[in-house]
Every structure is written in C-alpha cells, then in structure tokens.
T-cell receptor, first 112, second 116 residues
Framework: DAKTTQPPSMDCAEGRAANLPCNHS???????VYWYRQIHSQGPQYIIHGLKNNETNEMASLIITEDRKSSTLILPHATLRDTAVYYCIVRVVLSGTYKYIFGTGTRLKVLA | EAQVTQNPRYLITVTGKKLTVTCSQN?????MSWYRQDPGLGLRQIYY???????DKGDVPEGYKVSRKEKRNFPLILESPSPNQTSLYFCASSLRRTPGRTTEAFFGQGTRLTVV
C-alpha cells in the first residue's frame, strides 16, 4: 500500500508559487521522501528528495515537518510546462536496495 | 546522454501471442524494475532486479516474466498476453544502495500495450 496521501488535484496561477502537500504519517526513520512528476504519459521525472532537512535545487524546494509526518513541494514560479501529475513517494529500504511505492499523485494544472 | 530506452513505444497485439518489451540503460545501474500504470491505480511494480541474474517479484507479477542476463538490459516478457494486461508500462533503473551515492530512479518513456 502507498505510504503517502495527496490531494487529487490542484490549480495554480502561472508565475505564482505552487505548494503541493503530502502526508506520510507512517514513514520510518530511515525512509526518504521523494518527489517525481509525470507530464502527460511520459516516464516519471525526478524532482527532489529529502530525509528530514529542507532541500532546494534548481527545480523546487522540499519542506519536511519536524515530525516527518508531512511535507510540501514548492515550485517557486510555476509555468505552464509544470502542468503534470506530481507523486510524493516514500522510498522503502528493501534488502540491499530501494523500492518506490507510488500513490495516485496530485494533478497540478497551471493556469495562464 | 544518460537514459533508459524502452521498445516498442506502442504495441497492439492479440490475446495469447507472446511478446517482449525491451529495456536498456546506459548508466551502469545495478537496479532495474518494471512498473505498470493504470487509471486510478498509479504505478505498480511488476518485477525488479538488483543485479545480473538476480530478479524478484514486485506487487503485481502474475502473467509476466523477466530476465537479467546483462547489466544494461531487463526485458519484460508476456508469454500469453490477456486483455487485462492492457496498460502503460515503464522501466526504471537506479544505482544500488551505497552510502554517498545518488540513487534516484530514471524512468523510460513508456510502452503503451493494448491486448485485444
């Protein structure tokens, strides 16, 4: 079962920040939170990941609450090309490697 | 360019006719996996492989086979396809878990399979 819950859809005005929430209340101490996005039916694209500290890269910022039970992906200046399904994923440790458990994601629509 | 390549991108076949979807990665990744994506169900893992000659079942392995004879290739085999295997399939690869190494998964562009 997916270990994350996300709202099914969100809208955001172009140029504004898009804040996508995710709940992962059963996350374990060594499990990372990953975010991917999928544009149309293309392969999912890696965005960012974190364990307990906030992270930022050229695409987005990831804010993780202190208790690690939830996080927020922030796209600081959303563009039309950011319209996609965004997946918040808990990466599970699995006997020497990792497993990504996908939920159904949030469909973000950026509006002109 | 680092990438995961799947072929074919689109395939329509008939029930019972064996088919193979190929997956190849050029990043020397140890870990490879197959997912299927269906409306309302997200991505579900079919099979995965932690290295050459090491494969294991994921969450929905029934009706599928895989092999890992070479590090770069991880084909998905449907011995006797059925209509309920109509889906969008993704192959993914990543580095094996090692401290200090980046291990995000890279996904292929997908194979849309229709079984009639």
């Amino acid at each position: 079962d997916a270990k994350t819950t996300q709202p099914p859809s969100m809208d955001c005005a172009e140029g504004r920040a898009a804040n996508l929430p995710c709940n992962h209340s059963t996350i374990s101490g060594n499990e990372y939170v990953y975010w991917y996005r999928q544009i149309h039916s293309q392969g999912p694209q890696y965005i960012i990941h974190g364990l307990k500290n906030n992270e930022t890269n050229e695409m987005a910022s990831l804010i993780i609450t202190e208790d690690r039970k939830s996080s927020t992906l922030i796209l600081p200046h959303a563009t039309l090309r950011d319209t996609a399904v965004y997946y918040c994923i808990v990466r599970v440790v699995l006997s020497g490697t990792y497993k990504y458990i996908f939920g159904t994601g949030t469909r973000l629509k950026v509006l002109a | 360019e680092a990438q995961v390549t799947q072929n074919p991108r689109y395939l329509i076949t008939v029930t019972g006719k064996k088919l193979t979807v190929t997956c190849s990665q050029n990043m020397n990744h140890e870990y490879m996996s197959w997912y299927r994506q269906d409306p309302g169900l997200g991505l579900r893992q079919i099979y995965y492989s932690m290295n050459v000659e090491v494969t294991d079942k994921g969450d929905v392995p029934e009706g599928y086979k895989v092999s890992r004879k070479e590090k770069r290739n991880f084909p998905l085999i449907l011995e006797s396809p059925s209509p309920n295997q109509t889906s969008l399939y993704f192959c993914a690869s990543s580095l094996r878990r090692t401290p200090g190494r980046t291990t995000e998964a890279f996904f292929g562009q997908g194979t849309r399979l229709t079984v009639v």
